[in-house]
T-cell receptor, first 112, second 117 residues
Framework: RKEVEQDPGPFNVPEGATVAFNCTYS??????FFWYRQDCRKEPKLLMS???SGNEDGRFTAQLNRASQYISLLIRDSKLSDSATYLC?????????????FGQGTILTVHP | GAVVSQHPSWVICKSGTSVKIECRSL??????MFWYRQFPKQSLMLMAT?????????EQGVEKDKFLINHASLTLSTLTVTSAHPEDSSFYIC?????????????FGEGSRLTVL
C-alpha cells in the first residue's frame, strides 16, 4: 500500500465548478500535511498547508482528519489557471522533518 | 522569500557519462537538502537526504554508488549520476528547509531534466 494515496483522476471540469480531491495516508506518525500544485515539467509549488481545524485560502479549502487519516482539498469557482496536478504530501516530523512523501497526484483540467 | 536554485535545468548526455546537478540555497543556510526523482506521469520519489558535512542517507532501492551526493557547504548540495544509462532519464528535484525544525517551509529547486541517450 502506498504511504499517501490520492484520487487518480483526471478531473475535467468547466470553469466555475467546484471540485474536491481526496487523499489518505497510512503513516500515523506523519506530522504535517500539504497540498502542492505542479504544472507540467515544473517543480511542485506549495498551495497550502493542511490543519486539523481546516483552513481556507480564497477559493481553496483544506481539511485534515487525523482519526481517519484523510485529507481533502476543495476548489470553488474553478479557473482555467487551476489546471495542474495536485499533490497530497505528508511530512515526517522530528529528525526526519523535511522528508516529504508525495501522493501520485491528481490531474485537474478546467475547460471553458 | 527563500529561493532554491538548481543547475542545469536540463541536460542531455551519452550513455556511460556522468552528470552533476547542483542545488543551491540562495538566501538561507540549509543544513539538510533532499533529492527527489520524478519519472513521467509518476509522483516525486525521495532518493536521499543530504546532510551538510556528513554522508547522505539513501532511500531503499537507491544505489549510493551510482547517485553520489555531496553537501560540502550550507548552501550547496550536488547530485552526480555516474555512468548514466537511458533508464536514469528523469526529472531530478532538490528541496531544502528554511531552517527551524518542524516549522520551516520547504522550498524546491526548479528541477533538472536529464535525458540519457
Amino acid at each position: 500500500r502506498k504511504e499517501v494515496e490520492q484520487d487518480p483522476g483526471p478531473f475535467n471540469v468547466p470553469e466555475g465548478a467546484t471540485v474536491a480531491f481526496n487523499c489518505t495516508y497510512s503513516n500515523s506518525a506523519s506530522q504535517s500535511f500539504f497540498w502542492y500544485r505542479q504544472d507540467c515539467r515544473k517543480e511542485p509549488k506549495l498551495l497550502m498547508s493542511v490543519y486539523s481545524s481546516g483552513n481556507e485560502d480564497g477559493r481553496f479549502t483544506a481539511q485534515l482528519n487525523r482519526a481517519s487519516q484523510y485529507i481533502s482539498l476543495l476548489i470553488r469557482d474553478s479557473k482555467l489557471s487551476d489546471s495542474a496536478t495536485y499533490l497530497c504530501v505528508s511530512n515526517a516530523g522530528g529528525t526526519s522533518y523535511g522528508k516529504l512523501t508525495f501522493g501520485q497526484g491528481t490531474i485537474l483540467t478546467v475547460h471553458p | 522569500g527563500a529561493v532554491v536554485s538548481q543547475h542545469p535545468s536540463w541536460v542531455i548526455c551519452k550513455s556511460g557519462t556522468s552528470v552533476k546537478i547542483e542545488c543551491r540555497s540562495l538566501d538561507f543556510q540549509a543544513t539538510t537538502m533532499f533529492w527527489y526523482r520524478q519519472f513521467p506521469k509518476q509522483s516525486l520519489m525521495l532518493m536521499a537526504t543530504s546532510n551538510e558535512g556528513s554522508k547522505a542517507t539513501y532511500e531503499q532501492g537507491v544505489e549510493k554508488d551510482k547517485f553520489l551526493i555531496n553537501h560540502a557547504s550550507l548552501t550547496l548540495s550536488t547530485l552526480t549520476v555516474t555512468s548514466a544509462h537511458p533508464e536514469d532519464s528523469s526529472f531530478y528535484i532538490c528541496s531544502a528547509s528554511s531552517g527551524v525544525p518542524n516549522t520551516g517551509e520547504l522550498f524546491f529547486g526548479e528541477g533538472s531534466r536529464l535525458t540519457v541517450l
